[in-house]
Nanobody
Framework: QVQLVESGGGLVQAGGSLRLSCVAS????????MRWYRQAPGKQREFVAS???????GYADSVKGRFTISRDSAKNTVYLQMNSLKPEDTAVYYC??????????WGQGTQVTVSS
């Protein structure tokens, strides 16, 4: 069974850091484009960052320079290092996988709360 399991969320003060992890089960990690999305209360889910199997990364303008996405193929894990956090980064963060065959998978989400 394919699963994406996020962890690492929590409560942090503005200016602080968190690192999110997403472990992929099954055979989906290899070759997949891995992404992080987030959804704040009352808002639509939005793209945060992506990384392909070759390690090329992309970021939303709102997080560029503060967040870093990375992946560890040996652990089937994608990370999101979040620095200089702001209250507006408060959201549920979701891991997303798009396989080479075009299948899409979502994790259950992890809450990140940044206090001012």
């Amino acid at each position: 069974q394919v699963q994406l399991v996020e962890s690492g969320g929590g409560l942090v003060q503005a200016g602080g850091s968190l690192r999110l992890s997403c472990v992929a089960s099954g055979s989906i990690f290899s070759g997949s484009v891995m992404r992080w999305y987030r959804q704040a209360p009352g808002k639509q889910r939005e793209f945060v960052a992506s990384i392909n199997s070759g390690g090329s990364a992309g970021y939303a303008d709102s997080v560029k320079g503060r967040f870093t996405i990375s992946r560890d193929s040996a652990k089937n894990t994608v990370y999101l290092q979040m620095n200089s956090l702001k209250p507006e980064d408060t959201a549920v963060y979701y891991c997303h996988a798009q396989t080479t065959q075009g299948y899409i998978y979502w994790g259950q989400g992890t809450q990140v709360t940044v206090s001012s």
